[in-house]
């Protein structure tokens, strides 16, 4: 899927300035050039050199070191090179400016280093979609799981079940020459039928785990229950943030409050929301109670702090303000806590984490993301009708589509649409 282009692009690499080291990447023909014509002359392939680097136009720029990697042998695919230098605002745009203006390289944009690297065969689609995962991954969970893709095993297993269903096709084309002849050497049916089979036996496998998705985004855990049931000084404990308002004055919450947080290493977005009535709400508070029940309806994890039994199903009751005298206690399943004293705090991180973990997936399990669900559902159904069906012709036509989504998942067919919205999610310079 070799590309041809001919800009060379370049992008600060490292984090935001002031650092103490920067890294600028470059890519495309002219980087060699470029980089020569910064720096005096190419250093040895692959070897770091300490080099001055100078601004044809106007002189010394700064000290770095500076790496040459010719292609096609790059993380790109094509000519590379970086400028480590000093991390400074003023060095960092002086040597973009070298770049941009008299070398005539422009800016990337978002993702287009990986990009380039799909096009030209240097990764597939899974790679890049759990790279791009991994970029923003925040815990040691979502790190774990995404390493499986990231490191091509998720890749290798849909190139296999691709040879798979291209052997079987082959077979099936075989018997479709032959039968009207002598079918002797061609492959027995119950051969390549097993084979579809037991793939779509492991594609069922990978369809039954959580949604990589969610572990991207996190959990949504609402807090639900009617006014004054201690929900907002509850989302402030387990956050250890002012982030509500705490009052209790009854419809205070008006509005959902979201915020991202890692509880033992799974992530979360918690979420308070109005309480919930049905009775004496002015026209704000009614919208909010509405937002309210719509987060509910969404939620992963509902956290009920309302009459016990008087929740949505599936939800996790909690007891609150268990430091206060005359409030009664729900039953033994329940989770009681004071945000006040944070007495059972640790119990309900603990519930919580416990839960998460259920629904997400596990380190060592391939974990997809909504688009490539479908895809692979569309091949399990195809396998699954071809392998029990005895019109040879519509198990051809039902092999070529399962086949086609195992290129969709690996990219070897991809719309540009496709293509932008996944790489436009990646950071410049990457």
């Known amino acids: 899927m070799a590309t041809e282009t001919s800009e060379t692009i370049f992008a600060l690499s490292s984090g935001a300035p002031p650092c103490g080291v920067a890294v600028i990447r470059i890519s495309g023909p002219a980087a060699g050039s470029a980089l020569e014509r910064l720096t005096g002359r190419l250093p040895a392939p692959r070897r770091a050199s300490l080099r001055d680097v100078r601004n044809p136009d106007i002189g010394w720029l700064d000290q770095a070191l500076v790496l040459w990697f010719p292609g096609p042998n790059t993380a790109t695919g094509e000519d590379c090179a970086e400028i480590h230098c000093h991390g400074g605002r003023a060095v960092i745009r002086a040597i973009e ?152 004055i009854a419809g205070t919450t008006r509005d959902a409050i979201e915020r991202p947080v890692a509880i033992g290493g799974v992530p979360f977005v918690m979420v308070d929301t109005a309480g919930l009535r049905r009775e004496g709400a002015e026209e704000i508070e009614a919208i909010g109670i509405e937002r ?86 569309q091949a399990h159904a195809a396998l699954f009708d071809a392998a029990t069906l005895s019109d040879t012709l519509l198990v051809g036509e039902l092999l070529r589509q399962a086949r086609h989504a195992m290129d969709a998942m690996l990219g070897n067919v991809a719309t540009e649409d496709m293509l932008d919205t996944l790489f436009g999610r990646f950071c410049i310079g990457k």
């Open 97 to 248: 400016r070298a770049l941009e203006g008299s070398l005539g390289l422009r800016r990337a944009t978002a993702g287009e280093f990986t990009r380039r690297a799909f096009l030209n065969g240097r990764m597939d689609l899974l790679e890049a979609e759990a790279l791009g995962d991994m970029l923003s991954a925040e815990t040691e969970l979502q790190r774990a799981v995404l390493a499986k893709s990231l490191g091509g095993g998720a890749s290798a297993r849909v190139a296999e079940w691709r040879d798979a269903i291209l052997m079987a096709s082959a077979a099936v084309e075989q018997e479709l020459d032959f039968s009207d002849e002598d079918e002797e050497g061609t492959a027995p049916p119950s051969v390549w039928r097993d084979t579809i089979s037991r793939a779509a036996e492991e594609m069922q496998r990978w369809l039954a785990t959580p949604s990589s998705d969610r572990l991207r985004d996190g959990l949504r855990v609402v807090l639900a229950g009617p006014p004054n049931s201690g929900k907002s000084s509850l989302f402030n404990a387990i956050l250890d943030e002012a982030a509500a308002i705490v009052s209790p």
């Open 292 to 377: 309210a029940q719509r987060e509910v309806a969404r939620a992963d994890v509902v956290l009920w702090l309302g009459p016990e039994g008087a929740g949505p199903e599936g939800a996790i009751e909690v007891g609150s303000m268990i430091d206060l005298d005359g409030v009664q206690r729900k039953g033994d399943g329940a989770l009681h806590v004071s945000a006040h004293t944070r007495a059972g705090l640790d119990e309900l991180m603990a519930a919580l984490v416990s839960s998460g973990r259920d629904r997400l997936p596990r380190p060592g399990q391939v974990a997809i993301s909504q688009r490539q669900r479908e895809i692979l559902g």
